[in-house]
T-cell receptor
Framework: DGGITQSPKYLFRKEGQNVTLSCEQNLNHDAMYWYRQDPGQGLRLIYYSQIVNDFQKGDIAEGYSVSREKKESFPLTVTSAQKNPTAFYLC?????????????FGQGTRLTVV | KNQVEQSPQSLIILEGKNCTLQCNYTVSPFSNLRWYKQDTGRGPVSLTIMTFSENTKSNGRYTATLDADTKQSSLHITASQLSDSASYICVVSASHSSASKIIFGSGTRLSIRP
């Protein structure tokens, strides 16, 4: 089945550690996005990529890094520089580079710093 | 600045009642507007998508309206069911030639009580 898959669903990280969240899609979508959601808050854009080997910072990119070596994959690394990483992270993809198509979301990864 | 504002922030209604959620946006140039339903701990799922020329679109008990002149949208839920309890997110896409930006509202948390 076509879709967008995030893993793991739950992730625990010790303070000072980097951690990478996986996002894979088999929808042949060009554009992919990472969002962060805090309790009671809306989604905030971390990074987005409109084509392989290219990505752009979103509104809250500090403390995060991404790569887009393959069309299907857009992993997000939460670095130790991110001071408040505990949140729900959502990955999305869209078929149209101009954003006119619908965004499909993964099921999310809940990251907790312990 | 591109913004999407939703109201109310939260809403509690009795099962079987109707309700209307509001979305105001200042996104330009406007491409499309979508309403998503997000169950707790899950990724958002699209309910409706509307472009500039559409002013009403229905999906079962969900009816979305769009007034492009006043930059307002509403989502009306008829005969609410317990399964309608979720967050409803308004998402507006701006189109800038080859670039794109998707702006999320903070959502309305709807609770249906038996």
């Amino acid at each position: 089945d076509g879709g967008i898959t995030q893993s793991p669903k739950y992730l625990f990280r010790k303070e000072g550690q980097n951690v990478t969240l996986s996002c894979e899609q088999n929808l042949n979508h060009d554009a992919m996005y990472w969002y962060r959601q805090d309790p009671g808050q809306g989604l905030r854009l971390i990074y987005y990529s409109q084509i392989v080997n290219d990505f752009q910072k979103g509104d809250i990119a500090e403390g995060y890094s991404v790569s887009r070596e393959k069309k299907e994959s857009f992993p997000l690394t939460v670095t130790s520089a991110q001071k408040n990483p505990t949140a729900f992270y959502l990955c999305a993809s869209s078929i149209d580079q101009a954003g006119r198509a619908e965004a499909f979301f993964g099921q999310g990864t809940r990251l907790t710093v312990v | 600045k591109n913004q999407v504002e939703q109201s109310p922030q939260s809403l509690i209604i009795l099962e079987g009642k109707n309700c209307t959620l509001q979305c105001n946006y200042t996104v330009s140039p406007f491409s499309n507007l979508r309403w998503y339903k997000q169950d707790t701990g899950r990724g958002p799922v699209s309910l409706t998508i509307m472009t500039f020329s559409e002013n009403t679109k229905s999906n079962g008990r969900y009816t979305a309206t769009l007034d492009a002149d006043t930059k307002q949208s509403s989502l009306h839920i008829t005969a609410s069911q317990l399964s309608d309890s979720a967050s409803y997110i308004c998402v507006v896409s701006a189109s800038h030639s080859s670039a794109s930006k998707i702006i999320f509202g903070s959502g309305t948390r709807l609770s249906i009580r038996p």
